[in-house]
């Protein structure tokens, strides 16, 4: 059974820190691009950044970009997103995508908040 499980969702101050991670069961993850998306209240879902199966290569939303680092543990079938200097704007629920040609599996969510 494929699963995508994020956590470390929760509240941060502007200009704080949160760590998102995702662990995939189920499948090969190691070949597997691995994106985080996030949808914001009453906006449609949007990319945020994308890690190639092996980690070699990156990409990342402008919006995001100097602020946020994707990366994976293949050992651990775990992807993270490390976002830094939090903005209001980055309120959203977060969520995690796997895709490999026509295969494309996506976790629940993690609710991220942004406030004083």
């Known amino acids: 059974q494929v699963q995508l499980v994020e956590s470390g969702g929760g509240l941060a101050q502007p200009g704080g820190s949160l760590r998102l991670s995702c662990v995939a069961s189920?499948?090969?993850?190691?070949?597997?691009?691995m994106r985080w998306y996030r949808q914001p209240p009453g906006k449609e879902r949007e990319l945020v950044a994308g890690?190639?199966?092996?980690?070699?290569?990156?990409n990342y939303a402008d919006s995001v970009k100097g602020r946020f680092t994707i990366s994976r543990d293949n050992g651990k079938n775990t992807v993270y997103l490390q976002m830094d200097n939090l903005k209001p704007e980055d309120a959203a629920v977060y969520y995690c995508?796997?895709?490999?040609?026509?295969?494309?599996?996506w976790g629940q969510g993690t609710q991220v908040t942004v406030s004083s």
């Open positions: 995508n796997a895709l490999r040609q026509i295969y494309s599996y």
């Open positions: 890690i190639t199966s092996t980690g070699s290569g990156t």
């Open positions: 189920g499948f090969t993850f190691s070949n597997y691009y």
